[in-house]
């Protein structure tokens, strides 16, 4: 599969599944451009990818604007964009603030709202473009002291429906991906927390997530972006609106 020629953004790009598209779309002949907020991180994978970095906050429709219009000074019109940003803070229900709410809404909706909207225009005029975001199995079911997360994720999926049919005959398709647990920092801190909040060892608390997933074990972000590059070909302009779960049969 070749992206010659295509600029891709990625958002998240500075660690785990984030990292993983940018060297797949990278060793795929497409231009990458990655955003997030810590610019050591995302330094860290441009030296490896080639990939420009930018900071930016998702959460913030200015930061994102800007992020994006120097992406496309640099290298062109987006024509991939995958909002993989996100943040799983757990607290129980009860226990949360309006802001622990709102926090998750931000990152992992909003954030997704602000990227797509931003790169739309030019793939509009294009007649051609890949709306992607990064969902979960969070977005397809629900998980206990992470409601923030699944209420962001479950919006995503109907962000991306409404989205598809509203785009259905422009060339740009809109489709999600739904991961179970992947090995990324962020489930080394899911991790962390369970062995706080429980005593569980770490390999006790890995054990209970992996249960979930029928195979057993955790995805690898290697799969996760061999789905997205699979969504952004042109051999799958007809797949449009799918939330696809990536996650062993768990769902
Ligand atoms: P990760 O390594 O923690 O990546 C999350 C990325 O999002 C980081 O690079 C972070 O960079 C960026 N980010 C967070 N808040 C941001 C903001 N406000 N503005 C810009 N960037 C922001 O975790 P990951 O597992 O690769 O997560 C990638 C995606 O996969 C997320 O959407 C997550 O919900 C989803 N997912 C993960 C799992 C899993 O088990 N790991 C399962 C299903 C779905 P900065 O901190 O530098 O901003």
Not at 126 to 149: D, E, F, H, M, N
Not at 165 to 182: D, K, Q, S, Y
Not at 184 to 189: A, G, H, Q, R, S
Not at 213 to 233: C, H, K, M, S, T
Request: neutral net charge; hydrophobic residues 45%; proline residues 4%.
């Amino acid at each position: 599969m070749s992206f010659d020629g295509k600029h891709v953004v990625i958002t998240g790009g500075g660690s785990g599944l984030g990292a993983e598209l940018a060297r797949q779309f990278s060793t795929q002949g497409a231009r990458v451009t990655i955003l997030g907020r810590r610019l050591e991180a995302l330094q860290e994978v441009a030296t490896e990818t080639g990939a420009l970095p930018l900071t930016c906050d998702v959460t913030e429709r200015d930061s994102l604007d800007l992020a994006i219009a120097k992406a496309r000074a640099a290298q062109g019109t987006v024509d991939i964009a995958l909002a993989n940003a996100g943040a799983a803070p757990s607290k129980a229900f009860e226990q949360m603030e309006v802001s622990d709410f709102s926090d998750a809404l931000g990152v992992n909706l909003l954030g997704v709202f602000n990227l797509w909207q931003a790169c739309l225009p030019g793939m509009k005029a294009a007649g051609w473009g890949r709306l992607i975001a990064v969902a979960s199995t969070a977005g397809l079911k629900g998980y206990p002291y992470v409601s923030g997360y699944c209420a962001a994720k479950h919006g995503v999926l109907g962000l991306t429906r409404a989205l598809s049919v509203e785009m259905a005959r422009t060339g740009v398709t809109v489709n999600a991906l739904c991961p179970g647990f992947i090995e990324t920092p962020l489930l080394e801190n899911s991790l962390e927390l369970i062995v706080a909040k429980t005593g569980l060892s770490r390999e006790q608390a890995a054990k209970s997530l992996r249960r979930g997933n029928p195979q057993d074990r955790f995805i690898q972000p290697g799969e996760v972006a061999a789905a997205a590059l699979w969504l952004a070909g042109e051999a799958t302009g007809s797949v449009n609106g799918a939330a696809l779960p990536i996650s062993g049969g768990e769902i």
